[in-house]
């Protein structure tokens, strides 16, 4: 997305502003979270010639913009995630959130609640898959005995418990310690994408197991152990892929060293 401003003596101008105060933006923004129903969006654009991240408080109704695509997604969600095209599309300078330039100190903090509510909430549904691997080993019988009988299946379920009661623990710390506002925000952000990337791709892993106890039936979609399969994998790309997450890791590591390990005292 590209911003610039306004000259002198261009048309269509907004009411109440001056061609000086008005900017247009011009690019796409694509997966726009309930952009659907949603009535403004929130725009990142690239500002001036300096290309300043900065952030844009945008009226859907605006002229120039126009909805082109409503993706299919693998993931079941009650709103859609469509794509937008910006043409010319002029807003006034108040439509800047903070300042120019700081767009992307506002996304941290953002993302760090975002990023600890996936892993919240992808710890919750492996749970919730682990339940259902659990029940069905042991009402299912092969070979005269329950599966849970079997020593693989045992494995498999002690591996789903061991990945969620480390990510939960985790996850919990680093939301007590965004509650508690002492740690430094980069830290903290760090934190976050530990918590996002751990909790996430260990969800992953448990969904994997668990579709495997149930053996064929769980490719089935008449299982609810299928669809927690599919509603899982966004998880691992969405607020940041994984390999984002490892980045901002080793960036805080490389920069203020292995302080981000470290858990405050509740003193």
């Known amino acids: 997305m590209r911003l610039h401003r306004v000259g002198e003596g261009e048309p269509d101008v907004p009411r109440g502003t001056s061609p000086d105060q008005t900017l247009l933006l011009n690019g796409e923004k694509w997966f726009v979270t309930v952009g659907d129903h949603a009535d403004f969006m929130i725009v990142l654009a690239a500002a001036g010639e300096e290309r300043a991240p900065t ?13 082109t695509r409503v993706p299919r997604w693998m993931h079941t ?10 043409t010319d599309v002029r807003v006034p300078e108040d439509a800047v959130l ?11 903090s953002w ?51 061991v990945d969620i009661a ?21 830290t903290l952000h760090a934190k976050a994408a530990i918590a996002k990337l751990a909790a996430s791709e260990a969800s992953g892993r448990v969904i994997d197991r668990c579709l495997q106890i149930f053996g064929g039936r769980g ?9 927690l399969y599919r509603e899982l994998r966004v998880d691992r790309i969405w607020e940041g892929t994984s390999e984002i997450q490892r980045l901002i890791t080793a960036g805080e590591l490389v920069k203020r060293g292995t302080g981000v390990l470290h858990m405050p005292s509740s003193v």
């Open 55 to 67: 952030l844009f408080l945008v009226d859907k109704e605006t002229p120039g913009i126009e909805m």
């Open 77 to 86: 969600s009650v709103y859609e995630h469509p794509e937008f095209t910006f």
């Open 219 to 227: 490719y089935d979609r008449s299982y609810p152990v299928e669809r």
């Open 111 to 161: 993302f760090t609640e975002e990023r600890l509510m996936i892993a919240a909430r992808t710890i919750g549904a492996a749970e919730r898959a682990l339940e259902l691997a659990r029940d069905w080993a042991v009402e299912r019988r092969q070979f005269g005995s329950p599966i849970a009988d079997f020593q693989l299946i045992q494995g498999m379920l002690a591996g789903c418990a």
């Open 98 to 108: 903070g300042e120019v330039g700081n767009g992307y100190d506002i996304t941290r």
């Open 166 to 186: 480390v990510n939960r623990a985790y996850t919990h710390q680093v939301a007590w310690e965004v509650d508690e506002g002492r740690i430094d925000r980069k």
